[in-house]
C-alpha cells in the first residue's frame, strides 16, 4: 500500500512563487524516481520535473530556469519550488513516483491526487 500526500499549492499572482511538497509513505520500496505532472483545463497531462535516486534532474522546456525540483536524503519526499509564475503555469499538478513494493516485483507507478495551481492576478 503506497500513499503520496501533496501539499502547497493554492493561488498565487504572476511573478509569484510556489513550493510544492509530496511524501511518500506505506511499502515503497527503493524508489527511483520522484517527480511532478500536470494537466491544464483541455490539455494533456504533461511532465514538469523529476528527479531520480541518483540526483539526475530533468525539466520541460517551459519551466527551465523558472522551477527546482529536489528530494530529501531519504528519498521520501519531493519538492517543486516555481518562481516567476505565469497563467500557463496554471493547472493540477500531481505527485509521480516510481519505484518498488515487495522484493521479487517489477517497478511500479504511483500518482497523487493532485493539487490545484492556479496564476491569476
Known amino acids: 500500500q503506497v500513499h503520496l500526500m501533496e501539499s502547497g499549492g493554492g493561488l498565487v499572482q504572476p511573478g509569484g512563487s510556489l513550493r510544492l511538497s509530496c511524501v511518500a509513505s506505506g511499502s515503497i520500496r527503493s524508489i527511483v524516481l520522484m517527480g511532478w505532472f500536470r494537466q491544464a483545463p483541455g490539455n494533456q497531462r504533461e511532465l514538469v520535473a523529476s528527479i531520480t535516486r541518483g540526483g539526475f534532474r530533468n525539466y520541460t522546456d517551459s519551466v527551465k530556469g523558472r522551477c527546482t525540483i529536489s528530494r530529501d536524503d531519504a528519498m521520501s519526499t519531493v519538492y517543486l519550488e516555481m518562481t516567476n509564475l505565469a497563467r500557463e503555469d496554471t493547472g493540477v499538478y500531481y505527485c509521480?513516483?516510481?519505484?518498488?513494493?515487495?522484493?521479487?516485483?517489477?517497478?511500479?507507478?504511483?500518482w497523487g491526487q493532485g493539487t490545484q495551481v492556479t496564476v491569476s492576478s
Open positions: 509521480y513516483v516510481r519505484g518498488y513494493v515487495g522484493i521479487n516485483n517489477p517497478a511500479s507507478d504511483f
